[in-house]
């Protein structure tokens, strides 16, 4: 009788467990990597706005931090368990989304009424494949630029470099002077692919890289260009330019920019995001801190392009969206009139035309990216996932001094010509 | 008179009663392992239906692939170097607590912190400790006018995978010192008592009863050693993500790179389950010749 009872008990408590209660409103779940402030209640309170005006939509905003949210949404999408709504980064990973059917076209969404008009047009390059647009630039303007001390510049007599002569000179003046010129941590990677893909652009134009992604116009990552761009950031690194054991620093650390604050180091190549970190993580060393873009190849030649994202992170709608339609009306809210002017002030690049900057560095970015050809976007976002990360792993080698250029060449054109004939 | 209880009620309870648990292993461990088998034979991004199914090229990749060799080298390297280390010194360790009675209770205690600690928050702390500019030990080398060996110890492929050993063998060797402790109080004290009775000294004692009576939990430290190594992922991660330039690259950090940074989960399912195959291989060797080689006590 007792172990009848058990059992019974124990089966009762198997069935126990889900009891589903009637949706009445229309749910849509969001996900995004804006989770420490300002970006976390600029996203709320844009969510917020619209749920007020549509009672009858739910919206379920769900943040996650940035590294764990890449193997999250990941995994999420590949059960067919994703959200509406999420974020990405463009390129390469996104268009393995399009090719899996896994989020819906927006084209003709964005075309209803002109509003795509009301974007910077740059901002549509790293979310559109075969004409077709995928996603809404919403958060921001990503480009790399150098952040130096102008204190120390001034006590050297440093001017801002121009070419690539000049910050080279600049670089050995600082190392005269005891003072590491580049400050990098390296362990994630991307941080010293950035100068990679400036010098590769100073010296060969933006058409070197594309054509070799692309496998257009006989391009291969085995061009000339790319070796003596691989030469010349090893010849900087046997010169001492970086600071030591830069491969093994993490950036997400805050150990690059530990050798800025310290005085130990003069400058960094970094994305314009490190504007506002600098300024809540140490802002007597943000008001002393100068921007330049990467210099050109000789003075008088061309400018060059800017390397980085406009509209980055994108938002997207999952085509097992049951309210494709509200969710993009959702989106529209996080970048509506009033979200810009919020996003302007907490120091953000909103990508959209009418947004003209008051405060003096980000007007300093927004001119850069105007007044530039074109922008290059990252390499690693814009190159199929694997390449990018052939690309990031090979450069990192490259850098300390453990493969040769040529090496480097050779591995990153087998990968891509593997991937080509898949 | 006694009614016997008919067995099959029992039975049904038993069901009942272990059907969660074998529901959970079913779902949790055997289906994964299965499914990473079924997909390290396709292509597939991880996303949507686009399986394709490719026989046996993606096992070929493997065996020509040099980053997996030199991943499954760094596994053996660290779990070799992890026995040889981080046992004796456990060993000696519980020993000395053994000994010591109610005096060690606060190392026995402060011995014990680092086990407690999430590996994510350890490879912080030691991520500032290595430093190269402003870590604690080079610090301390220049402080104490070693400057020459102070180096950029993450940074280095050279010196890479064994400052990560370091961190790895102080946050395990807490782990077999407990596993010693307990072994040892449980061993009954009239032992010492007639071995000394007989005219052995401490030094006899310990080679001639300690160690042959403690057979049995070397061999577990030991395979638990070797599994947890062959298999280690979290501090890699955190510290020196493999790098610099694969010089700490493990094959589940390469698995997980091939699987969700470069959107290859057939391949990484291939890794995985190499990385399967190769546990139990390695500990069902040692296993087997640990057992041939155990001596009567």
Not at chain 1, 69 to 81: N, S
Not at chain 1, 214 to 220: D, E, I, P, V
Not at chain 1, 378 to 396: I, R, S, V
Request: glycine content about 8%.
């Amino acid at each position: 009788m007792n172990h009848k009872l058990l059992a019974g008990l124990g089966i009762l408590g198997l069935v126990a467990g889900a009891s589903v209660l009637a949706q009445q409103k229309k749910e849509i779940v969001f996900w995004h990597i804006q989770s420490s402030e300002p970006g976390l209640s600029l996203v709320k309170k844009q969510v917020d706005r619209y749920m007020a005006a549509n009672p009858d939509v739910n919206v379920q905003v769900v943040p996650i931090q940035n590294d764990a949210y890449k193997t999250k949404i990941k995994v999420a999408m590949g059960a067919g368990q994703g959200p509406c709504v999420f974020a990405t980064w463009g390129g390469g990973p996104l268009f393995e989304y399009v090719k899996a059917n896994q989020i819906i076209d927006l084209t003709s969404l964005l075309n209803e009424n002109n509003y795509k008009n009301r974007f910077l047009s740059a901002s549509f390059s790293a979310i559109t494949f075969n004409n077709k647009i995928y996603g809404v630039p919403v958060e921001g303007v990503s480009i790399s630029i150098f952040y130096y001390n102008k204190q120390m510049f001034a006590k050297l007599g440093l001017q801002e470099p121009a070419t690539i002569a000049q910050l080279v000179s600049t670089a050995n003046t600082l190392k005269k002077n005891g003072i590491v010129p580049f400050s990098l941590a390296n362990k994630t990677k991307w941080t010293g692919s950035m100068y990679f893909m400036y010098l590769v652009d100073r010296m060969g134009g933006a058409r070197t890289f594309i054509n070799a992604a692309t496998r257009a116009n006989g391009g291969s990552f085995q061009n000339p260009v790319f070796i003596r761009a691989g030469k010349m950031l090893q010849d900087w690194v046997k010169a001492g330019y970086f600071n030591e054991g830069f491969n093994g620093l993490d950036y997400d650390s805050g150990q690059s920019r530990g050798l800025l604050y310290a005085g130990k180091a003069a400058m960094e190549l970094m994305g314009n995001w490190s504007t506002s970190i600098m300024r809540s993580e140490n802002p007597a060393f943000a008001t002393n801190v100068g921007i330049f873009p990467f210099p050109a190849m000789r003075a008088g030649g061309p400018a060059g392009n800017v390397v980085g994202t406009v509209g980055d992170n994108y938002y997207h709608i999952a085509s097992n969206c049951k309210h494709q339609k509200e969710s993009f009306e959702m989106i529209k809210f996080l970048i509506d009139d009033q979200a810009v002017t919020e996003r302007g002030a907490a120091g953000r690049i909103p990508p959209v035309k009418s947004f003209k900057p008051t405060d003096p560095d980000l007007k300093n970015i927004v001119e850069l990216v105007n007044n530039a050809p074109g922008t290059q976007l990252w390499y690693d976002q814009y190159l199929a996932p694997e390449l990018g990360e052939a690309h990031k792993d090979t450069t990192q080698a490259l850098m300390g001094l453990t493969m040769t250029p040529e090496q480097a060449a050779k591995i990153m054109e087998d990968t891509a010509k593997r991937l080509a004939g898949k | 008179m006694t009614r016997v209880k008919p067995k099959n009620e029992y039975a049904l309870t038993a069901i009942v009663f272990l059907a969660p648990t074998v529901l959970l292993l079913l779902v949790f461990v055997v289906y994964p392992i299965l499914e990473s088998v079924r997909l390290s034979f396709t292509r597939w991004t991880g996303l949507g239906q686009s399986q394709v199914y490719v026989g046996w090229s993606n096992w070929l990749r493997l065996l020509q692939d040099m980053v997996f060799w030199k991943a499954l080298g760094n596994n053996l390297i660290l779990a070799l170097l992890s026995i040889l280390i981080q046992l004796p010194i456990a060993l000696a360790l519980a020993l000395m607590l053994d000994k010591g009675g109610r005096a060690m209770r606060f190392l026995k205690l402060a011995y014990f912190i680092p086990l407690l600690v999430s590996s994510v928050a350890i490879g912080f702390l030691f991520k500032y400790i290595y430093d190269p500019n402003f870590g604690l030990l080079n610090a301390v080398l220049n402080g104490v006018g070693l400057n020459n060996l102070a180096k950029s110890w993450l940074g280095d492929p050279s010196l890479a995978l064994y400052a990560v050993l370091a961190v790895i063998c102080w946050q395990f060797i807490p782990f077999h010192m407990l596993i010693f402790q307990a072994a040892l109080a449980s061993m009954p004290a009239e032992l010492h008592d007639a071995a000394l009775i007989d005219g052995a000294t401490e030094n006899q004692f310990f080679w001639r009863i300690t160690l042959p009576l403690l057979q049995g939990t070397i061999r577990t430290a030991v395979v638990l050693s070797l599994i947890g190594s062959l298999r280690y992922f979290d501090l890699i991660y955190v510290l020196t993500g493999g790098g610099p330039s694969g010089s700490t690259e493990l094959m589940a950090t390469y698995m997980y790179k091939q699987a969700f940074s470069s959107f290859n989960f057939g391949y990484g399912s291939t890794v995985a389950v190499a990385l399967i195959l190769v546990v139990l291989l390695i500990s069902g060797v040692v296993l087997s010749l640990t057992k041939r080689f155990q001596t009567e006590v």
